[in-house]
């Protein structure tokens, strides 16, 4: 099993894309992987003849054996899959430190119930549905049971049209059961329906877990006044026809103060500060069911209406699954914005191999004295820095986001 993801501590064999026994050449794509972060094909390392170990639906830790491609008069290895290898570093992890591979456990035998996803669902027989991942996160939103469809993709996979027409279909009078009466004395929470997580959750869940157990993290707060920011928005749109968003903007502001900031732009690791090369800045955007993190690369020296183009476009793919791994690994720094739910203020919870992490409010207009005695309607945006203590402390935190508010209230540097 591949490392496909700075993050990816196990994957799914959602399909072979070769028959076994078949011959393959170095380079061909022999598998379809459910990673923690998208799904990817996996190209042979070697030519020779394929031999499937894990089946698909098989969830493997990183490192198992799923496969052997086998040279002339080679034979493959008896007793099942073998414990898992160690596993190498995700290739284009775009930092200047790298990370040493974690130690994967070791592997269950394939087709065994510690194997197989929680995801893939199983008919009577024993056999696995076959059903592309948007279709079966959608089976699961809309309540509809895969095992009892037909697949209309290649080789009778469920597709996500099946699940919309199944989910469309009318339901039989006699399949609708009155709901039970409540025994006596019983309030109860009613129907308890269990969702298992998907790989994205699952990794969400562990690193929100090991950040806050693991790292002793402190806020400092601001408020920025981007009257003079949304003012520039609204002539650049008026000029032009659109304009980067003020998100975009933040992402330039904290990409310019990184690098004036290096010790923002790193990580606490083993008694040691990591400091890295390049400013990546994650965007947290919110998915179908989740919350991934694509990274703009260089944010510190790309003009702002590049990170407009870039973040629209990993936005896009993000929403509609496409987004791949590297776009996914890389960040030095992250910019969580809840403004456009109408949020004012939140705290955010640090990316473990990361110093820090920015929540950005909505805009609020205020009245706020001029210095004559009177008062103006400004914008005020409140922003949130949470920081590692161990890397990061009070006045650093504090000047790294004073300089990210000054370079706000300036936009047009923001523009150079």
């Not at 064999?13 to 379809?32: K, N, P, S, Y």
């Not at 520039?232 to 690098?259: H, I, T």
């Amino acid at each position: 099993m591949p490392r496909l993801s700075d993050s990816m501590e196990e994957g799914t064999i959602l399909r072979w894309l070769v028959a076994d026994g078949a011959q393959v050449a170095r380079g061909d794509e022999i598998a379809e992987i459910e990673t923690d972060k998208a799904n990817m094909t996996y190209e042979a390392d070697a030519a020779g003849t394929f031999r499937a170990v894990a089946a698909e639906g098989d969830a493997l830790p990183v490192g198992a054996v799923i496969a052997h491609v086998l040279a002339d008069g080679e034979e493959a290895p008896s007793g099942g899959a073998p414990a898992a290898a160690p596993a190498g570093p995700v290739a284009g992890d775009s930092r200047s430190a790298s990370k040493p591979a974690e130690s994967p456990a070791p592997a269950p035998p394939a087709g065994s119930a510690a194997a197989s996803s929680p995801s893939m669902p199983v008919v009577g027989d024993g056999s696995r549905v076959k059903a592309s991942p948007v279709a079966r996160r959608l089976a699961r939103e809309l309540g509809v049971e895969l095992a009892s469809l037909s697949g209309s993709g290649p080789g009778g996979r469920i597709v996500k049209a099946d699940v919309e027409a199944a989910a469309a279909a009318p339901v039989p009078a006699a399949a609708v059961a009155a709901p039970a009466a409540p025994a006596a004395g019983v309030t109860g929470k009613g129907d308890v329906t269990t969702v298992a997580l998907t790989s994205t959750q699952k990794t969400i869940a562990r690193r929100m877990a090991e950040s806050k157990a693991t790292m002793p993290d402190f806020q400092v707060r601001t408020e920025a006044d981007v009257t003079e920011l949304l003012a520039l928005r609204a002539q650049m749109k008026a000029a032009q026809g659109s304009a980067p968003s003020v998100n975009d903007f933040v992402v330039k502001a904290c990409g310019l103060a990184l690098r004036e900031h290096p010790r923002a732009n790193g990580a606490y690791k083993d008694g040691a500060f990591e400091l890295y090369g390049r400013v990546n800045v994650g965007v947290a955007v919110a998915g179908e069911g989740t919350l991934v993190v694509p990274t703009i690369f260089d944010a510190d020296t790309q003009p702002v209406t590049a990170i407009a183009q870039q973040t629209r476009a990993l936005a896009e793919r993000v929403r509609s699954g496409t987004v791949l791994p590297p776009e996914l690994s890389g960040g030095t720094f992250t910019v969580s914005n809840l403004g456009m739910f109408g949020v004012t203020s939140f705290t955010a919870v640090i990316n473990p191999g990361q110093a820090a992490i920015l929540a950005v409010g909505a805009a609020v207009a205020r009245a706020v004295p001029d210095g004559d005695g009177r008062f103006a309607a400004r914008s005020l945006m409140d922003l949130s820095l949470s920081c590692d203590h161990r890397i990061l402390y009070g006045a650093d935190a504090a000047q790294f986001l004073a300089r990210v508010r000054e370079l706000l209230q300036t936009p047009f540097a923001l523009l150079a």
